[in-house]
Structure formats: structure tokens, C-alpha cells
């Protein structure tokens, strides 16, 4: 089996992970760049290349299972992938990736790319733009944001 069978399914669990649509993060532009940066980076120490291999065995178990119903989807996630202790922590490791661009939790993570700070959904989720990239333009400081109440 080639790495790029599980491309498809990487971003089925990254949208279910993550709480974006696949259209959403496909959008970012990061798909394919993260999906080989977890590929290569598991082995290296934990999670390991065998929790990634099982990591994706799971998933294929819960998607492409009988049931699509999406509660039922959910509960397996949080039942067999998300927990810290499964597949060497590679769920919470893939939301950090996403959200932040680095690789890694807390303090003891490392960025990626400058583009996938740049694409990190934490500016999407918090509704405001990276500093020192996709600025809002000249005088937006003007405009009050969205989410205020007058």
C-alpha cells in the first residue's frame, strides 16, 4: 500500500479531529503538506510507525464501516482515537498541527512552515488574522469587529 492511500482518510479524521469541514481545510492549502509531515515524522520517536499504522487502521474501521451515522462516528473517535494514550498521542499531535503549524504539544512543539503558521485554523476559530501576514487592510482598524454588540 502507498503512503497516499491514506490521504483520503487523513482528512476525514482531521475534519472530525478538528471541527473544520474537508473543504475547509483542503482550502488551507496544508492537506498534502501535513499528511506527509505526519507520515514522516512517525517513527522518528512517539508516536511510532506502528501507532500510525494502526492509527489509520482504526479510522478505516470506523468510516469505512456500516454505520455512517455521524453520532455513532463521533463516539468512536472520542472512544478509540482521541484519547492522549492512544497511537502515541497522534490525535491531539494532528489538531496542534492544524490549529497552531507545529508539530508537538505545549512549549516543546516546532513550527513547520511559515505558511502553515500562516494557514493555522486558531485564526480562523478566533475569528482575527496571523500577525505579520493576511492583514485586513489600510484603516481596518476602524471597522469594529464582527462579533461586537452595540
Given at each position: 500500500?502507498?503512503?497516499?492511500?491514506?490521504?483520503?482518510?487523513?482528512?476525514?479524521?482531521?475534519?472530525?479531529?478538528?471541527?473544520?469541514?474537508?473543504?475547509?481545510?483542503?482550502?488551507?492549502?496544508?492537506?498534502?503538506?501535513?499528511?506527509?509531515?505526519?507520515?514522516?515524522?512517525?517513527?522518528?520517536?512517539?508516536?511510532?510507525?506502528?501507532?500510525?499504522?494502526?492509527?489509520?487502521?482504526?479510522?478505516?474501521e470506523i468510516?469505512?464501516?456500516?454505520?455512517?451515522?455521524?453520532?455513532?462516528?463521533?463516539?468512536?473517535?472520542?472512544?478509540?482515537?482521541?484519547?492522549?494514550?492512544?497511537?502515541?498521542?497522534?490525535?491531539?499531535?494532528?489538531?496542534?498541527?492544524?490549529?497552531?503549524?507545529?508539530?508537538?504539544?505545549?512549549?516543546?512543539?516546532?513550527?513547520?512552515?511559515?505558511?502553515a503558521y500562516?494557514?493555522?485554523?486558531?485564526?480562523?476559530?478566533?475569528?482575527?488574522?496571523?500577525?505579520?501576514?493576511?492583514?485586513?487592510?489600510?484603516?481596518?482598524?476602524?471597522?469594529?469587529?464582527?462579533?461586537?454588540?452595540?
Open positions: 500500500m502507498e503512503e497516499k492511500d491514506n490521504l483520503p482518510l487523513f482528512s476525514k479524521i482531521s475534519a472530525s479531529l478538528t471541527g473544520f469541514s474537508e473543504m475547509e481545510l483542503w482550502g488551507t492549502g496544508m492537506m498534502e503538506t501535513y499528511y506527509n509531515y505526519v507520515m514522516g515524522k512517525c517513527g522518528e520517536s512517539s508516536p511510532t510507525k506502528l501507532d500510525l499504522e494502526y492509527f489509520f487502521e482504526k479510522a478505516k468510516y469505512l464501516g456500516d454505520n455512517n451515522d455521524e453520532n455513532w462516528i463521533d463516539t468512536q473517535i472520542q472512544t478509540w482515537i482521541f484519547p492522549p494514550t492512544s497511537y502515541g498521542g497522534l490525535a491531539q499531535l494532528i489538531i496542534t498541527l492544524w490549529y497552531t503549524g507545529n508539530w508537538g504539544l505545549g512549549f516543546n512543539g516546532s513550527p513547520i512552515s511559515a505558511q500562516v494557514q493555522g485554523l486558531i485564526w480562523n476559530a478566533g475569528e482575527t488574522h496571523p500577525s505579520g501576514a493576511k492583514q485586513p487592510g489600510f484603516g481596518s482598524w476602524n471597522i469594529p469587529p464582527i462579533n461586537i454588540k452595540k
